[in-house]
């Protein structure tokens, strides 16, 4: 059975920097093929993907956020941490890690997500 | 960047009718496209992968077309439980993912 969970500050005062935990079981991302990503909701609007990270230890960031974007992984931990800098209220939204099993298929599990309000 | 346009952006239906959602690419993403349904409060939903694969557990009544740049997702007679918003995503451009802006589906 796949699971994936976030975890993470709910409240971030601006200028802060945001970690966030996904902490998985069911598959390992030692596994060729499998990634697991970032997205972001902010309340209202759209999904925005943020950043992938693979098996082999590639990574990948949004264009418009690359430069505040950290993704890492502990393989034996079974966990994803994102990191990003700088944050401003803009960045309010709820925080999703899901799975990716290969190069040719969707996301197809998802954490429940977890809301992170910037706010002074 | 690869940018996804999704139309409508809400879109009425009655219950046992025919939804027809569109999903146009700024560039060809060949047939990497995937949908994914989200309700209230829930996280997304992976619907459909390689434009028109239906994911584990899908219902026959979803259905995916297209390739290169203009996609559709078919929801043949809608249910109650279908009443909610559906996003696509490209993953052509393996580097980057882009998703487009969501379509609302309403009940009319």
């Known amino acids: 059975q796949v699971t994936l969970r976030e975890s993470g500050p709910a409240l971030v005062k601006p200028t802060q920097t945001l970690t966030l935990t996904c902490t998985f079981s069911g598959f390992s991302l030692s596994t060729s093929g499998m990634c697991v990503s970032w997205i972001r909701q902010p309340p209202g609007k759209a999904l925005e993907w943020l950043a992938r990270?693979?098996?082999?230890?590639?990574?990948y960031y949004s264009t418009s956020l690359k430069t505040r974007l950290t993704i890492s992984k502990d393989t034996s931990k079974n966990q994803v941490v994102l990191t990003m800098t700088n944050m401003d209220p803009v960045d309010t939204a709820t925080y999703y890690c899901?799975?990716?099993?290969?190069?040719?298929?969707?996301?197809?599990?998802w954490g429940q997500g977890t809301l992170v309000t910037v706010s002074s | 960047e690869i940018v996804m346009t999704q139309s409508p952006a809400t879109l009425s239906v009655s219950p046992g009718e025919r939804a027809t959602l569109s999903c146009r690419a700024s560039q060809s993403v060949s047939s990497n496209l995937a949908w994914y349904q989200q309700k209230p409060g829930q996280a997304p939903r992976l619907l459909i992968y390689g434009a028109s694969t239906r994911a584990t557990g899908i219902p026959a009544r979803f259905s995916g077309s297209g390739s290169g740049t203009e996609f559709t997702l078919t929801i043949s007679s809608l249910q109650s439980e279908d009443f909610a918003v559906y996003y696509c995503?490209?993953?052509?451009?393996?580097?980057?993912?882009?998703f487009g802006q969501g379509t609302k589906l309403e009940i009319k």
């Open positions: 990270i693979d098996w082999d230890d590639d990574k």
């Open positions: 899901a799975r990716t099993p290969g190069a040719v298929a969707g996301l197809d599990y």
């Open positions: 995503q490209q993953y052509n451009n393996w580097l980057l993912y882009t």
